[in-house]
């Protein structure tokens, strides 16, 4: 069955330094991935989209990488700030008809 | 403004009673999506429709009903059947890849 692994343990850093969280699935080929921010009691919002043929994408301080032959997606987050702070999920088209199957996200504490 | 909303914020069920959840969407996006959220867990799918008059059933769909009768509106209808309701529920919307999301109701039982 395909699976959608996260780190479950929170991701201490300091403000400042660079957060790296990763993403890894099995099973399958998928023609992109998904990261969004989720806050407590929140609706998850959307990030960046990465698709299979590129290895890379930015945005402002978030940089995603996608290696489909580790079956991998790293997500940065430099010069972090404690507003930073927030569980990330990673999503998959894993269904097709555009429905997402999510991870369980990995929650980062970034502090002052 | 365009976005999803969700009411109520919080919802409380006895025992044996059916609540409706409420979803409305002003983005004019086709697809919506109902998703349930248990704490230290991800997402899961319960419902979808990619189309108005039109829904399928997602990974968790038993003890659960929706309609699609317009474009803006999915609502959602937590069933007696369903053993374990309390959980927070999202609805989503897209139109291509990226969904957005409302607040998220929060359903607790008595």
């Known amino acids: 069955s395909q699976k959608i692994e996260q780190n479950s343990e929170a991701l201490n850093i300091q403000e400042g330094k660079t957060a790296t969280l990763t993403c890894n699935y099995t099973n399958y080929s998928p023609a992109y991935l998904q990261w969004y921010r989720q806050d407590p009691g929140r609706g998850p919002v959307f990030l960046l989209l990465i698709r299979e043929n590129e290895k890379e994408k930015r945005k402002e301080r978030l940089k995603v990488t996608f290696d489909t032959t580790l079956k991998q997606s790293l997500f940065h987050i430099t010069a972090s700030q404690p507003a930073d702070s927030a569980t990330y999920l990673c999503?998959?088209?894993?269904?097709?008809?555009?429905?997402?199957?999510f991870g369980k996200g990995t929650m980062l504490l970034v502090s002052p | 403004d365009g976005g999803i909303t969700q009411s109520p914020k919080y919802l409380f069920r006895k025992e044996g009673q059916n609540v409706t959840l409420s979803c409305e969407q002003n983005?004019?996006?086709?697809?919506m999506y109902w998703y349930r959220q248990d704490p230290g867990q991800g997402l899961r799918l319960i419902y979808y429709s990619q189309i108005v008059n039109d829904f399928q059933k997602g990974d968790i769909a038993e003890g659960y009903s929706v309609s699609r009768e317009k474009k803006e509106s999915f609502p959602l209808t937590v069933t007696s059947a369903q053993k374990n309701p309390t959980a927070f529920y999202l609805c989503a919307s897209s139109k291509q890849e990226t969904q957005y999301f409302g607040p998220g109701t929060r359903l607790l039982v008595l």
């Open positions: 983005l004019n996006h086709d697809a």
């Open positions: 999503a998959l088209d894993i269904r097709g008809y555009s429905t997402l199957t």
